[in-house]
C-alpha cells in the first residue's frame, strides 16, 4: 500500500519583482516598436540595462524535490516567506511552476481557504453543491454525501438560510464539512483549523487524520506546531525557498522553532523604528545572558542587558517590554521602575525576567523606552516592534502530564488553584 | 510493487506550447458549470421586486426606444418589415451576443479571488456566463416568438417565417455565444497584463452596436455607400443579426451571402481567444 502519490521533481517558482510589464498597451507597443526598430525603448528608466538583472526576480521556491507516498500526513513547516504557501498553490494547480515537475496520482482538494466560492445570497444547501463542485465533486456525488455533510457541520436547522446570515462560525463549519466529504486522494490543507470553536478544530483534526489513515495524503501546513504534532507523520521544512529538512516531525519542529531571529546579540541601533520624540532616547544594543538559545524552561527568568544613548534630560524613564504570542497579538506587559538619564549618558540596563505565569510557546518581544510624569503621561522615546523571540519549552512533567493546549488555555499559566476537599 | 504503478493522473510542469486546454477535464466539470449557471440566476434577481421579469423589460424598453427614434422620429426604413418586430429581433441576439462578451471579458479579474484558491478549468467561467445568458435569451425570444405570432397573423402582414432557415437557429446560438465568448476571453486574457482594455469594453461594444445592422439594416448601406459592403460585412455578427431577421420575419438581405465569412471570423476568434486563453490561465494569478 505504499504506494507513490505524489512527486515533486526540482520545481522552482520565480516571481519577477517590482511592477510586471509596461503596465498599460501603449507602453508595451511603444516598447516593441523600438525594439523592432532597433532604436533605445523610450520607457526604459535611464542608467538601467538593456535586459532585467538576475537580481530583479526572487525565486520563491529554488529545486525543491518532495515526495508523499499513500497515507503520509505530511507538514510542511516554515517561517512566513519560507515558500510554503507557494509550493501549495503550484501542487493545487493555481499557478504554473518556472521549472520542474509535480506529478500527482488521483484527486486533489486543497483548502488553502474554507468556503471558497461561497455565495452569500444562497442558502447552505445550496452553498453545498455550489462549493462542493467547485472543489471538484460532481452532482451525483455531493447528492449521495449531502446527509452527512449537513450532520458533519452541526448546522441543520439553518441549513435553508443564506449562509450571509450565518456567524463566522457556522460558516467555517459548513465549508470544512463540505471540504472534508470530498474524498481526495491528496488533502491541502494551509492554516484552516484557525477558526472555528475549539471542539470543532478537534473534529476536523480527527477528520483529517481519518483522511490520512484510510490511505489518503494529507499536507498540512500551520504556525501551530500542537496540531502539527497531533496529525503529522512526516515534515518538511523549508527555509528561503529551499528545503532543508524532510523527516521526522519532531526534528523539523526544533528546526522551525530555531530559526526565529534568537541571537543573543541583537544591535538595535539598526532596527526600524517608528520617529518617536526625534528618538532623543534610543537602544543601542540587546544582549541576552546566559542562554545560548533563547529556550526556557517554565519558571525560568530570562536576563538580558540593554544598552542606549540619551541626548535628553529624563528623570522617569522605563523600560517596557511586551510580548506577541505566535498569531501576533498582544499578550503581556512589564516594565522597570523608574530611572534617570542625562544628555550624553549611554547606560546599560540589566533587566531580569521572571517567565513566571507565562504558558510554554513561542513569544516576540517588543521594547519601547517611556518617559512619564507623576500624572500619569507618557511619552514613548524608542519603541522597536521585533527585538526578537524566545521560546518556553512545554514540559509535561512539571504540569502533570498536561501539554499546553495554547488555543484553548491562552498564554498565561496561573498559580494552582486552592482547595479544601470537605 | 514496482510493477504494478499506475500512470500519473496529473502532471504539472511549467507553461510551454501554446495549446494545452484539456477538453476532458473541462467535460468532467460540466457539472460546476450548470451550478454556476443556478447560482447566476439566482443570485442575479434576489432582492428585486420584478425578479426575472427584468429579462423581459429590458429589451422591450429598447425595442421600444428603437421603434420611436429610429423607427417613427428617423423614419429609418425596415425592410417593410413592423419596426417593433424589426428592432426587437436585433435587440435581443445582439443583447446575447454584447451581455456574453462584457461579461466574459471579466473572467480574470472578477473571478480573481476565486481563481487563486481553488483550482477547476478556468474556462468553466466563461461557459457558465454564455449559458447564463443563454437562459435570458429564450425567455426574452418567447416573448418575441408571441410577438411574431402577432404581427404574422395580421391580415395582409408582411411578416413571413422562413422555417427552413428556422431550423438552423440552434447554429446561429452557438455562433453568437461562440463570438462573444470569443471576443470575451481574448479582451479577459488581455485584460490580466494590460488594463486599458476594460475601459474599452464598455463603450466599445455600444459603438460595436450601431456598426452593426441592429437598429437599421443593412440595406440601407448598401443603396448609400455599396463600396463599403465588403468592410462593412468584416463585422461577424452583421450576417448573424441579419440571418436572424430573414429567418424569423422572411426578408430577403444581402448579408446572407456573407454567412461563410463571419463563421470563418468566428473560428478565428474562438481558435485564438483559446490559444490566448489557456497562454494566461497557468500564470495569471502572478500578474493580476
Redesign the interface.
Known amino acids: 500500500m505504499?504506494?507513490?502519490i505524489l512527486?515533486i521533481d526540482g520545481v522552482s517558482k520565480r516571481?519577477r519583482l517590482g511592477s510586471?510589464?509596461g503596465?498599460?498597451?501603449?507602453g508595451?507597443l511603444t516598447s516593441w516598436f523600438a525594439r523592432v526598430r532597433g532604436k533605445e525603448d523610450p520607457n526604459r528608466k535611464i542608467g538601467a540595462s538593456p535586459r532585467p538583472g538576475p537580481n530583479a526576480t526572487f525565486m520563491a521556491l529554488d529545486d525543491v524535490s518532495l515526495a508523499a507516498d499513500r497515507g503520509d500526513a505530511l507538514a510542511i513547516l516554515g517561517r512566513n516567506g519560507a515558500g510554503k504557501s507557494t509550493l501549495l498553490?503550484?501542487?493545487?494547480?493555481?499557478?504554473?511552476?518556472?521549472?520542474?515537475?509535480?506529478?500527482?496520482?488521483?484527486?486533489?482538494a486543497?483548502l488553502?481557504?474554507i468556503g471558497?466560492?461561497f455565495?452569500q445570497?444562497?442558502s447552505g444547501r445550496?452553498n453545498i453543491?455550489?462549493n462542493g463542485?467547485?472543489?471538484?465533486?460532481?452532482?451525483a456525488e455531493i447528492t449521495s454525501k449531502i446527509g452527512e455533510i449537513i450532520e458533519f457541520s452541526e448546522i441543520e436547522q439553518f441549513i435553508d438560510t443564506p449562509v450571509k446570515r450565518y456567524s463566522s462560525g457556522m460558516y467555517v463549519k459548513l465549508a470544512f464539512a463540505v471540504a472534508a466529504h470530498l474524498d481526495p486522494d491528496v488533502l491541502i490543507c494551509d492554516e484552516v483549523l484557525a477558526v472555528g470553536d475549539l471542539t470543532f478544530q478537534q473534529k476536523c483534526l480527527g477528520k483529517m487524520s481519518d483522511v490520512a489513515r484510510g490511505g489518503r495524503t494529507v499536507l498540512y501546513v500551520s504556525h501551530n506546531m500542537r496540531t502539527v504534532n497531533q496529525l503529522c507523520t512526516r515534515a518538511a521544512y523549508l527555509e528561503h525557498g529551499k528545503l532543508l529538512y524532510d523527516g521526522t516531525v519532531s526534528r523539523a519542529i526544533d528546526l522551525y522553532a530555531g530559526s526565529g531571529v534568537r541571537t543573543v546579540d541583537r544591535n538595535l541601533d539598526r532596527m526600524k523604528r517608528a520617529k518617536l520624540q526625534g528618538l532623543l532616547i534610543r537602544m543601542l544594543a540587546m544582549r541576552i545572558l546566559g542562554s545560548e538559545t533563547m529556550e526556557y524552561q517554565m519558571d525560568d527568568t530570562m536576563e538580558f542587558e540593554v544598552k542606549f544613548r540619551s541626548d535628553a534630560q529624563e528623570s522617569r524613564l522605563r523600560l517596557r517590554l511586551m510580548l506577541r504570542n505566535n498569531s501576533s497579538s498582544p499578550v503581556a506587559m512589564t516594565q522597570t521602575d523608574t530611572f534617570e538619564v542625562k544628555p550624553g549618558d549611554t547606560p546599560t540596563l540589566r533587566v531580569r525576567f521572571p517567565l513566571t505565569s507565562i504558558a510554554p510557546g513561542e513569544y516576540g518581544i517588543k521594547l519601547a523606552l517611556i518617559g512619564g510624569d507623576p500624572r500619569g503621561r507618557s511619552m514613548h522615546y524608542d519603541l522597536i516592534e521585533d527585538v526578537g523571540h524566545f521560546i518556553i519549552t512545554d514540559d509535561p512533567s512539571r504540569t502533570e502530564g498536561f501539554l499546553w493546549q495554547e488555543p484553548s488555555w491562552g498564554n498565561f499559566r496561573l498559580s494552582r488553584l486552592e482547595m479544601e476537599i470537605r | 510493487m514496482q510493477g504494478q504503478q499506475e500512470p500519473w493522473d496529473t502532471i504539472i510542469r511549467p507553461k510551454r506550447g501554446w495549446f494545452d486546454i484539456d477538453f476532458k477535464e473541462l467535460i468532467r466539470y460540466w457539472d460546476l458549470a450548470v451550478l454556476l449557471v443556478k447560482r447566476n440566476f439566482t443570485v442575479l434577481y434576489k432582492q428585486t421586486i420584478l425578479g426575472p421579469a427584468w429579462v423581459v423589460i429590458q429589451p422591450l424598453m429598447t425595442t421600444l426606444v428603437f421603434t420611436v427614434v429610429f423607427g417613427g422620429i428617423a423614419g429609418l426604413p425596415t425592410d417593410g418589415m413592423p419596426s417593433f418586430l424589426f428592432y426587437m429581433g436585433g435587440n435581443i441576439l445582439w443583447g446575447y451576443f454584447s451581455s456574453c462578451l462584457s461579461e466574459t471579458s471579466r473572467t480574470f479579474i472578477s473571478n480573481r479571488g476565486l481563481f487563486g484558491k481553488v483550482y477547476f478549468p478556468r474556462l468553466v467561467m466563461p461557459i457558465s456566463v454564455s449559458l447564463s445568458k443563454l437562459i435570458n435569451f429564450l425567455v426574452q425570444f418567447v416573448i418575441f416568438s408571441l410577438f411574431l405570432v402577432y404581427f404574422a397573423l395580421k391580415p395582409g402582414s408582411p411578416v413571413h417565417p422562413n422555417f427552413a432557415m428556422i431550423a438552423f437557429t440552434p447554429l446561429l446560438l452557438i455562433q453568437t455565444a461562440v463570438l462573444g465568448m470569443g471576443f470575451g476571453i481574448i479582451i479577459s486574457s488581455l485584460t490580466t497584463k494590460y488594463r486599458d482594455l476594460n475601459m474599452l469594453v464598455g463603450f466599445g461594444v455600444h459603438l460595436w452596436m450601431y456598426a452593426t445592422p441592429v437598429a437599421y439594416s443593412s440595406s440601407l448601406l448598401v443603396d448609400k455607400h455599396p463600396e463599403l459592403i465588403g468592410l462593412y460585412m468584416i463585422n461577424p455578427m452583421t450576417p448573424v443579426i441579419e440571418y436572424f431577421r430573414s429567418a424569423y420575419l422572411g426578408v430577403e438581405n444581402i448579408s446572407l451571402h456573407y454567412m461563410p465569412l463571419s463563421v470563418a471570423v468566428t473560428l478565428v476568434v474562438m481558435v485564438l481567444g483559446l490559444l490566448l486563453f489557456s497562454r494566461v490561465e497557468k500564470t495569471f494569478m502572478d500578474t493580476v
Do not use: F, N, W
Open positions: 505504499s504506494d507513490r512527486e516571481y510586471i510589464g503596465g498599460t498597451l501603449h508595451d498553490k503550484l501542487i493545487s494547480r493555481i499557478t504554473a511552476p518556472t521549472a520542474g515537475e509535480i506529478r500527482i496520482r488521483g484527486r486533489v486543497s488553502l481557504e471558497t466560492g455565495h445570497e444562497l445550496e453543491y455550489l463542485a467547485i472543489l471538484g465533486m460532481s452532482r
